[in-house]
Each structure stands twice: as C-alpha cells, then as structure tokens.
C-alpha cells in the first residue's frame, strides 16, 4: 500500500501536484479539523465508490490512518491502484506542526 507522509502532502501542495484528497471520518470529526478535501465517510465510501477516480491520485485520511488503510484495502477489490493513505493521518499532519 502506498503511503504519503504529512511533510510529502504539504511538499505536493507547493509543486501543485494534482491528486484528490478524501476525508473518510465522521462528520463531527471533521467539523473539529481538516485540510480540506471531499467528504465520503468511511461507512458510505463503497457505496460512493463512483466519486473516487481510477486516473488520479487519491489520498484518503482519517484520523489516526488506520481506518483509511482498511478503506484502501477494500477499494483495491474494485481495481483501484492510484490510492495513498496519508501516513499517521489528522493525528500525525497535527503534530507534524501542518
């Protein structure tokens, strides 16, 4: 599985590399903090499927990036090769000073 750091998604952000960011947590998770991104909880992400992109990359996140690599691992039954999950996620870009 494919990995992004906090340090290497802001360094994305400064080369203006294109990819999608999906925040997979709950909706009061994200009303705490996010850096943006499309919303599809993690519950509703299969059934939403369609949103995410074959021909991008797609970063997912959630809190402590344990549940976007269950997510990730689920979607790549549906041919999906072009995700990364963010490193750590809120927990780590937090602490990272991001």
């Known amino acids: 599985m494919k990995q992004v750091t906090p340090v ?3 360094q994305w952000n400064l080369a203006a590399r294109e990819y999608i ?9 994200r009303e705490q903090f996010n850096i943006g991104g ?6 509703d992400l299969i059934a939403r499927k369609d949103e995410i992109p074959h021909d991008k990359d797609v970063v997912l996140y959630c809190e402590k990036g344990i ?7 689920r979607l790549e ?6 995700l990364y999950n963010l490193a750590g996620g809120m927990k780590a870009w937090k602490e990272t000073g991001l």
């Open 8 to 10: 290497e998604l802001k």
């Open 21 to 29: 960011l999906v925040d997979i947590r709950e909706d009061w998770e």
């Open 38 to 43: 499309i919303h599809i909880p993690m519950g």
């Open 67 to 73: 549940r976007s690599v269950i997510t990730i691992q």
């Open 77 to 82: 039954d549906y041919d999906y090769t072009n």
